[in-house]
């Protein structure tokens, strides 16, 4: 199947995401944990933002031995975050703003402490013996780390795990399985296809109850063997034609760092982070360390202006050129996997780099608190199996507010994580007082994308200057309505470039400034034009 004629939701040329980790956004009841009546109650503050869509991490029964990613029951909220009906008001109340709400799909993997796993490993007769996948020792290799996978339980041996021990594999199959390897299942198995099963189903409960869409976690890991997703792409194709027909509206967002694998198998949004093909390390660095204060390598959002925006367009044009018009990158503004992007930057950095992220072609998703320039507090213990990943989960900072800064009535003891303890840590309540803050300037940033079609996510892009060690970069945005240049210059120095579409150009945003065809672009600074005629 061809996905270059199949429609899109009507709503997603003009989404603007915000992404929630539901336990850090809003306490509503002060036990310390971020809620979804606390999700509600900052709606009209969303909306001010001038984002329309939300995807809010798993909110699913779990032991949160990875935070909610080890799912115990996909269709019953976790009573931490509220309930079923918590949830359905929370859709409601979005759709009356004309907000949409995704959930988290992790479609890999359980919970080691899921009732079938359970079973499965306890009862060797269990019908959901081949819901998972009990290997010889050789196999327990998960996609991204290697750890000791034995069962325990009476049917002993190994199970496949899918990132932690305590997450099994689904069972979605094998390409080209070993006939001497017997737990290998062809991706047509019955049992294989019964897993499938479920996991529509589990989709289909959610968007009944008002779901408009899921990000998927590690979207390509679902079948085994097939590093040229040939089984993925008829796994997911099947998935959207399913949508398309019953639910047109509803979006498929993808972790898989591969638009055009990931567009190829039906999903109408793929985001371009830190994993393996990704055009976002040369922007914005390693995405978990810093080496020193300079990254080692440079990376191109950098005050000592030594990387080289050439290595973030051949990735990105890779995969922008062939999936342009049928499905989206996203280049988010960071998410719960990963440093802050305040991490080694100042706000006046962070402007820079939203002036870009906030102009780009495709989905643009906005991680909590990064609007206001959140701290990544690094050196906090770890929480829920959080790894490196606990410095950018730390609690939403809405106001003045001891000891919390708005984000609970509890006792900091209690936290989820402790809130950002600096004296001037940034808040929302502060930067609404401040018209030059970071969080008007997200404001300002996003109304112009809403503004102006043509920098929105269906606009053209085309590099205006991008050379190979050298700033700033330049590209243009056009539709038929209009054409726009931006130029950032995250580098210290002052830089001066000429180029002939910029005669004339209008400065809309920004410090740059273009006489004749030049442009100049102070040090740290960006300028966004229109163009004339
Ligand atoms: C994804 C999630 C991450 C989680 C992992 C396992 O990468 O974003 O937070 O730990 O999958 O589900
Ligand atoms: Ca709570």
């Not at 009546?37 to 001038?50: C, E, R, T, V």
């Not at 290997?135 to 000791?148: L, M």
């Not at 930067?431 to 043509?454: G, V």
Request: proline letters at 7%; charged letters at 20%; one cysteine or more.
């Amino acid at each position: 199947m061809s996905t270059a004629t199949a429609k899109q939701p009507s709503w997603l040329s003009k989404a603007v995401f915000y992404q929630i980790y539901p336990q850090s956004f809003c306490d509503s009841n002060g036990d310390g944990i971020g809620d979804l009546p606390g999700i509600i109650s900052k709606l009209d503050y969303l909306q001010s933002l001038g984002v329309n869509a939300l995807w809010l991490n798993p909110v699913f029964v779990s032991p949160f031995g990875d935070a909610g990613y080890d799912v115990v029951d996909f269709c019953k909220v976790a009573p931490r975050y509220g309930t079923n009906a918590d949830l359905a008001r929370l859709f409601k109340a979005a759709h009356k703003r004309g907000m949409k709400v995704v959930l988290d799909l992790v479609a890999g993997h359980t919970s080691d402490q899921h009732p079938w796993f359970k079973d499965a490993c306890n009862n060797p007769k269990s019908p959901y013996s081949n819901y998972f996948i009990f290997t010889g020792q050789e196999e327990q290799r998960s996609c991204y780390y290697y750890q000791a996978a034995v069962v325990k339980g009476r049917r002993g041996g190994y199970y496949k795990p899918n990132f932690l021990a305590f997450q099994p594999c689904l069972n979605y199959g094998y390409m080209n399985p070993d006939p001497a390897k017997p737990w290998q299942l062809p991706t047509d198995h019955p049992d294989c296809l019964a897993v499938r099963g479920m996991l529509r189903d589990v989709m289909k409960f959610w968007l009944d109850l008002g779901c408009d869409g899921f990000r998927v976690d590690m979207a390509a890991s679902l079948i085994k063997n097939d590093p040229e997703a040939i089984g993925l792409r008829c796994l997911w194709q099947g998935f959207r034609a399913w949508l398309d027909r019953d639910y047109p509206e509803a979006v498929l967002v993808s972790e898989w760092c591969n638009p055009i694998n990931a567009i190829d198998s039906g999903y109408h949004i793929d985001f371009m982070i830190h994993f393996s093909d990704s055009a976002y390390r040369p922007l914005v660095g390693p995405g978990y360390a810093l080496n020193g204060k300079a990254r080692r390598p440079h990376v191109f959002f950098e005050r000592a202006g030594e990387g080289d925006i050439t290595e973030f367009l051949r990735i990105y044009q890779k995969h922008y050129e062939p999936t342009k018009g049928r499905g989206y990158i996203a280049l988010p503004t960071g998410n719960h996997d990963f440093y802050r992007n305040s991490h080694g930057r100042d706000a006046s950095e962070l402007r820079v780099l939203y002036a870009m992220l906030l102009t780009m072609p495709g989905v643009p998703f906005i991680y909590y608190g990064d609007e206001i320039g959140m701290r990544n507090l690094t050196g906090i213990t770890e929480k829920e199996g959080s790894m490196w990943r606990a410095p950018c989960r730390t609690p939403m900072q809405w106001d003045g507010a001891k000891p919390n800064l708005g984000f609970s009535t509890g006792k900091s003891k209690a936290l989820y994580l402790p809130v950002d303890p600096a004296p001037d840590a940034p808040t929302v309540a502060a930067q609404e007082r401040d018209p030059d803050s970071l969080l008007n300037f997200t404001r300002k940033l996003l109304a112009l994308r809403a503004k102006h079609s043509a920098l929105g996510n269906d606009g053209a892009f085309c590099p205006l200057y991008a050379e190979g060690g050298r700033y700033p970069f330049v590209y243009q945005r056009s539709d038929a309505k209009g054409s726009f240049a931006i130029a950032v210059n995250p580098g210290e120095a002052e830089v001066t470039i000429a180029r002939p579409q910029l005669k004339n150009a209008k400065r809309l945003l920004g410090t740059a400034v273009v006489k004749g065809e030049n442009l100049t672009v102070p040090g740290v600074g960006f300028g966004i034009f229109r163009l004339a005629e």
